[in-house]
Nanobody, 115 residues
């Protein structure tokens, strides 16, 4: 049974930091591109950051220099370190695993940036 379980979301003040985690099970994690998406209220889901099986990374322009994606293939976990958070980063953050046309999604974790 495939599972992606996100954690680490919460309420943080502008300028603060959070670290999201996504624990994967039920598939060969190291073969998959892992991506963080987010969806703000009333908006479409958008790509935040991704890490390929070979280690390459990609970021949305809006988070470059502030967010860092990383993965631990021994722990089957992908992380998103979020620094210098802004109110516009408020969204539900989803973990995605993709390879060979197969997509798996987590249930999401809420991040709220507000004073």
């Amino acid at each position: 049974q495939v599972q992606l379980v996100e954690s680490g979301g919460g309420l943080v003040q502008p300028g603060g930091s959070l670290r999201l985690s996504c624990a994967a099970s039920g598939f060969t994690f190291r073969w998959y591109t892992m991506t963080w998406y987010r969806q703000a209220l009333g908006k479409e889901r958008e790509l935040v950051a991704s890490t390929e099986s070979a280690g390459g990374t990609n970021y949305a322009d809006s988070v470059k220099g502030r967010f860092t994606i990383s993965r631990d293939n021994n722990k089957n976990t992908v992380y998103l370190q979020m620094n210098s958070l802004k109110p516009e980063d408020t969204a539900v953050y989803f973990c995605n695993a993709k390879q060979w046309g197969v997509n798996y999604w987590g249930q999401g974790t809420q991040v709220t940036v507000s004073s």
